[in-house]
């Protein structure tokens, strides 16, 4: 079994490395050098998938009269089932760039259970595992899961026993890879520096998922960061009204700008706390930052930063260096400056570009394309001295 599973394994690791051009998808080779090597050398202690159900399942009529003794059982099933979807949603989002709408995937979700409750199936939910399978392969729209869907259908209509020649040990393989992709790498080096309620929240919902469910541990992982929240944005809370973000090409009327540079710098000003229950509205507000050379982040009135913040943060810089665009903080404050340091998001920016004031940032600004404008005539100066 260690054999077909590390075959399974490596064949799926190394694939990728041999053709840039995934005309087939690693996991399906793995499935099928996996399966070839436990029947070629019909090891005796490889156990293969069971016996799989074939045809159509029948129509059901729940049992309204026992509506009060299931109804615990099902708001139990309905949290775990919403928690485990928005948790893959927002691991497919991390690997594909794009955003999800929480709405749509939960009614959708709440519908399919209906009709699967109607035929006398199982509560489901999205699987992180098969999203993550199919995301690395290509599969990044809705084609992908209409084709599981149309596998799932044949191997009901007549190709289950099909499915019997697969070693278990075969799809161990499959998953440990795929297990190896869920993970977050980002937080493992910075795991010792990350804030202290930060740290006992991500240890405790680890534990928790693994010595009890992942019901309780999101349960208390939410309880934790609620608490963490209520404690040290309280009096911030009281004192002030939390504005929303604001992102203009227009500059205030304190700020002086020479006209061409005014549509090659975009400002974001945010305040407020920047934590996980804002960092939604920002991602989408930073969706409209396009077309720009200069980004400033205004963060004067921002008293603090968790990690989801932080990380939204690095994902807005990371956007615009794509775009080649030079970013720069100001006004930040010492606390948000040493969460920022922390987690290395203040190296991609550069120490040289946070500023105190906005000010300080056009005039860099004006002093980066004066170096790049001289630069420019010493090349033609240069040029024209030749011929």
């Known amino acids: 079994a260690l054999i077909v599973s590390m075959a399974t394994f490596f064949t799926i690791l190394l694939w990728?490395?041999?053709?840039?051009?995934?005309?087939?998808?690693?996991?399906?080779?793995?499935?099928?050098?996996?399966?070839?090597?436990?029947?070629?050398?019909?090891?005796?202690?490889?156990?293969?998938?069971?016996?799989?159900?074939?045809?159509?399942?029948?129509?059901?009529?729940?049992?309204?009269?026992?509506?009060?003794?299931?109804?615990?059982?099902?708001?139990?099933?309905?949290g775990l089932c919403i928690f485990d979807s928005l948790l893959t949603c927002l691991v497919a989002d991390n690997m594909t760039?794009?955003?999800?709408?929480?709405?749509?995937?939960?009614?959708?979700?709440?519908?399919?259970?209906?009709?699967?409750?109607?035929?006398?199936?199982?509560?489901?939910?999205?699987?992180?595992?098969?999203?993550?399978?199919?995301i690395k392969?290509?599969?990044?729209?809705?084609?992908?899961?209409?084709?599981?869907?149309?596998?799932?259908?044949?191997?009901?209509?007549?190709?289950?026993?099909?499915?019997s020649f697969i070693p278990m040990a075969c799809l161990a393989g499959i998953l440990l890879k795929v297990g190896?992709?869920?993970?977050?790498?980002?937080?493992?080096?910075?795991?010792?520096?990350m804030p202290f309620m930060d740290s006992v929240c991500f240890w405790a919902v680890l534990v928790l998922t693994i010595s009890v469910d992942l019901l309780v541990a999101m349960g208390v992982g939410i309880a934790i960061a609620f608490v963490r929240i209520v404690q040290e944005l309280g009096q911030v809370y009281e004192q002030n009204v939390i504005s929303?973000?604001?992102?203009?090409?227009?500059?205030?009327?304190?700020?002086?700008?020479?006209?061409?540079?005014?549509?090659?710098?975009?400002k974001l000003r945010l305040e407020g706390?920047?934590?996980?229950?804002?960092?939604?509205?920002?991602?989408?507000?930073?969706?409209?930052?396009?077309?720009?050379?200069y980004l400033i982040i205004r963060m004067a009135r921002v008293p603090m930063a968790d990690l989801s913040g932080t990380y939204l943060l690095d994902d807005i810089i990371d956007k615009a260096h794509k775009q080649g665009a030079t970013v720069f903080f100001t006004g930040l404050r010492p606390q948000v400056q040493r969460t920022l340091?922390?987690?290395?998001?203040?190296?991609?920016?550069?120490?040289?570009?946070?500023?105190?004031?906005?000010?300080?940032?056009?005039?860099?600004?004006?002093?980066?394309?004066?170096?790049?404008?001289?630069?420019?005539?010493?090349i033609e100066e240069e040029k024209y001295s030749k011929v």
């Open 97 to 134: 760039g794009e955003r999800h709408s929480s709405d749509r995937e939960i009614f959708g979700q709440g519908i399919a259970n209906i009709g699967c409750g109607i035929v006398g199936g199982v509560t489901t939910a999205t699987a992180t595992m098969r999203t993550v399978a199919n």
């Open 273 to 293: 706390p920047l934590f996980f229950g804002v960092s939604d509205t920002i991602y989408r507000a930073s969706s409209a930052l396009v077309d720009y050379k």
């Open 137 to 163: 392969c290509g599969g990044k729209t809705g084609l992908a899961s209409i084709t599981h869907g149309l596998v799932l259908l044949a191997l009901m209509l007549g190709l289950a026993p099909y499915a």
């Open 341 to 378: 340091t922390r987690l290395r998001v203040i190296e991609k920016v550069g120490e040289e570009h946070c500023l105190a004031t906005f000010n300080d940032a056009i005039l860099k600004i004006q002093e980066i394309e004066s170096d790049l404008a001289s630069g420019k005539t010493r």
């Open 244 to 266: 929303l973000n604001e992102m203009s090409r227009q500059l205030p009327p304190d700020v002086s700008m020479p006209e061409e540079l005014k549509e090659k710098v975009l």
């Open 16 to 78: 990728p490395r041999v053709t840039k051009k995934q005309w087939l998808p690693a996991p399906l080779l793995g499935l099928i050098v996996g399966t070839s090597i436990a029947h070629l050398f019909a090891f005796k202690d490889i156990e293969y998938i069971a016996q799989m159900p074939v045809g159509l399942p029948h129509m059901y009529w729940p049992d309204f009269s026992r509506f009060g003794d299931l109804i615990g059982g099902a708001f139990a099933l309905a």
């Open 180 to 193: 190896m992709d869920i993970i977050d790498y980002r937080v493992l080096p910075v795991l010792h520096r």
